[in-house]
């Protein structure tokens, strides 16, 4: 099954796909504390989550940290992150939670 993900963000009328219709499966989705960004993560079938950033209300989605199974949470400085890992990547890159 593909899944869409969308903003309620209107623009021209209509709301924002934020990423294409993919076989994919979405398991946390959160906005920035300043609201300009959006962090979501995703996994395809059997694979590791990778937790992506895109800039609201239409940007490209970035990339952020792949073993990211579930939504983050930021600090209240917003400058750290924390997730929930269920399983070990394959290939892990530790860069202590910042972003």
């Keep these: 099954m593909q899944q869409l993900l969308v903003t309620g963000i209107v623009t ?4 924002v796909a934020v990423a294409s219709p993919a076989k994919t499966t979405y ?3 959160t906005f ?3 609201g300009n960004s959006l962090y ?3 996994s395809e079938e059997g694979e590791v989550g990778v937790l992506y950033q895109i800039a609201l209300p239409a940007g490209v989605p970035r990339k952020i940290k792949e073993g990211v199974d579930g939504a983050v949470t930021f600090s209240p400085s917003g400058d750290r992150f924390a997730f929930v890992r269920f399983k ?12």
């Design 88 to 99: 070990e990547p394959a290939a892990s890159i530790s860069d202590g939670g910042k972003h």
């Design 12 to 15: 021209a009328g209509s709301p």
């Design 27 to 29: 398991h946390g989705i």
């Design 40 to 42: 979501f993560t995703r």
């Design 32 to 34: 920035s504390r300043d």
